[in-house]
């Protein structure tokens, strides 16, 4: 029985390893055009299940997130790229009246390099952008990861 715990444990970390290096980013990329739709499908969610588990993420539905926009001095939440921040220390930016309140309660990725902030391009659809705007994106994303961690925990320090 302990030698099953011991090898499911090993085998465990190995997968963990395995998903998060860096530099076996080459390495899933080659796999993953190996491996059929439905298995990766299967696998990213459980990857996602594990990070949520281990590392205490949280997920959020497009409605859930809709809620931190800071009215009733309640707390602000921004996502870029999929990734939730809570920006509350940035209230004077971010929360009700301030100049980037339209970046609060959603993914409006796309706005954050296309300067076209209104519901049109406040979206979470980068179809179509090119390298150097990913890369920006990429950028913005670094500057909320900053603080830290993601979503509950984390504070922009600068505001
Ligand atoms: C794509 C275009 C732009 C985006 C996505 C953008 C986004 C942002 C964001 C997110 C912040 C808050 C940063 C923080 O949390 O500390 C900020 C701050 C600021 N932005 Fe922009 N910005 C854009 C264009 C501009 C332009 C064109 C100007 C000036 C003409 C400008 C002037 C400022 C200033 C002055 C602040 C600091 C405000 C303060 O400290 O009170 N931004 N910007």
Not at 41 to 69: G, P, W
Not at 77 to 106: E, K, T
């Amino acid at each position: 029985m302990g030698r099953v715990i011991l090898l499911t444990s090993v085998s465990a970390c190995a997968i963990a390893l395995f998903c998060s290096l860096d530099s076996l980013a080459p390495l899933r990329t080659k796999l993953g055009e190996l491996l059929p739709t439905t298995f990766k499908d299967v696998a990213q969610k459980a990857i996602s299940a594990m990070n949520r588990m281990f590392l205490s993420e949280r997920l959020f539905t497009k409605e859930e997130l809709s809620k931190y926009t800071g009215e009733d001095g309640g707390q602000v939440y921004l996502a870029i790229i999929g990734n939730v921040y809570d920006v509350s220390r940035g209230r004077r930016h971010y929360g009700p009246g301030g100049g980037y309140s339209f970046f609060s309660g959603r993914d409006g990725s796309r706005a954050f390099v296309s300067g076209e902030f209104n519901e049109k391009g406040l979206t979470d659809d980068v179809t179509g952008l090119s390298d150097s705007d990913i890369l920006a994106l990429e950028d913005w994303k670094n500057f909320y990861e900053r603080c830290g961690l993601a979503a509950e925990s984390c504070v922009l320090t600068k505001s």
